[in-house]
Structures are given as C-alpha cells and as structure tokens.
C-alpha cells in the first residue's frame, strides 16, 4: 500500500504556463514535507507543512496542506526551465524519524 | 562545504561480487538511513541509524549489510550483488532533535549497475 499518492505522474508543460500537482492520502499527518531532485543529484527540501490549511509561498511555488492533513499541494506560476525535476511528497515518523517519500512528479519545462 | 558525501558516484560489479559504498557526514547529525531509487517505484528505505552503534532495517533492506561504527561515517555493503541491485543509491542525514520541519540532506548518489 502506497501510503503518498502523488498526480501527475509525470507533467510537460511550455514556459510560462502555471501548474499544480498533488500529494494525496487516507491517513493523517502531523507534517509533510516537498522535496525537489534534479537529475543527478540528491532531493534538497523545499518546505515543511505543519498546521491544516496552512499555505506556504517559496517565490512562485505555493504549498499548501489540506485543512485534514491527509493532502497538499504545490502550484507552481509562470513555470521556467530550471523548475524542471522530480518533486517529492514525503512524511517523517514519529518515533524512528524515517523519512517515506511519494512515487514523485515528475516536471519537465519547455523553453 | 558541509553535507553529506558519497563514494564512489559510479560502479559497475559483476554479480556475485561484493562491495562497500561509502557515506560521510560532516554536520553532526544523529540520523543516517540509506535509500534506492528506482523508476516508477520512488525512494524505499533500505537501512537507517539513528545514532552510533544503532540500526535498523527499513522496507528493502535484503541483501545488504549496514554499520555505524561513528558519528559520521555510515557504509552500506553489498554482500553478493545481484542485478536487481542496480539502483541509484542515497544516502541521507538528519538531527532528530530538531522540530518536525527539519529536512533531510541527501548525499548525490552512487549508481551501481549489476552485470
């Protein structure tokens, strides 16, 4: 059982154009976390959500966490070329810390 | 610059071999776990530490050996590599005594390939 359903799969879009994807499950979380990993290298955090309905602004993403906690979402406007990558939902245990992460997004920007 | 370090970023074993892949950290942190990556099926947990002398398993964690003998460093080993080990392999690190934000730093990765 996949714990963090992530949509789209995968996502091409041309310059400019404004995008949204999403993180969805049954359970409920205290936080989530969105990562993004270019090709080559490691996922670097982009933000952590912790409060229901909470909205978080890094620049042109928007994160926001559904008021149950079991859902978020990144919208990205006037995407460019270097937002190209794999964006990563992901929880953290509680108790041992491990880090699940989501299948991913996969976003590609066309110049 | 500080972060996690993983050696070597290439490798290719025949199978049967056995192997170490390497990962140092230099920031103090407590938690270190070690993940593959797969396409389509994302990042799965292999191993994970959460402090020296302390680990545990994860969701894939057959066919591989951890130990955490320090701090800083945390070494995956492959006892007999098999092709469904090609993978790239990450290793990450993060202090547990952070609030729930704190991120994980991931190192770059090493890809193994299994002939």
């Known amino acids: 059982t996949q714990l963090l359903e992530q949509s789209p799969q995968f996502l091409s879009i041309q310059e400019g154009e404004n995008l949204t994807v999403y993180c969805n499950s049954s359970s409920v979380f205290s936080s989530l976390q969105w990562y993004r990993q270019e090709p080559g290298e490691g996922p670097v955090l982009l933000v952590t959500v912790v409060t229901g309905g909470e909205v978080k602004k890094l620049k042109r993403l928007t994160f926001q966490f559904g008021d149950a906690r079991k859902d978020s979402s990144l919208h990205i406007t006037a995407a460019q070329p270097g937002d190209t990558g794999l964006y990563l939902c992901?929880?953290?245990?509680?108790?041992?810390?491990?880090?699940?992460f989501g299948k991913g997004t996969l976003l590609t920007v066309n110049p | 610059n500080a972060g996690v370090t993983q050696t070597p970023k290439f490798q290719v074993l025949k199978t049967g071999q056995s192997m170490t892949l390497q990962c140092a950290q230099d920031m103090n942190h407590e938690y270190m776990s070690w993940y593959r990556q797969d396409p389509g099926m994302g990042l799965r947990l292999i191993h994970y530490?959460?402090?020296?002398?302390?680990?545990d398993q994860g969701e894939v964690p057959n066919g591989y050996n951890v130990s955490r003998s320090t701090t800083e460093d945390f070494p995956l080993r492959l006892l007999s590599a098999a092709p469904s080990q090609t993978s790239v392999y990450f290793c990450?690190?993060?202090?547990?005594?952070?609030?729930?934000?704190?991120?994980?730093?991931f190192g770059s990765g090493t890809r193994l390939t299994v002939v």
């Open positions: 992901a929880f953290r245990g509680g108790s041992n810390y491990k880090l699940t």
């Open positions: 990450a690190s993060s202090s547990p005594w952070e609030p729930a934000g704190y991120g994980y730093t």
């Open positions: 530490s959460v402090g020296a002398g302390i680990t």
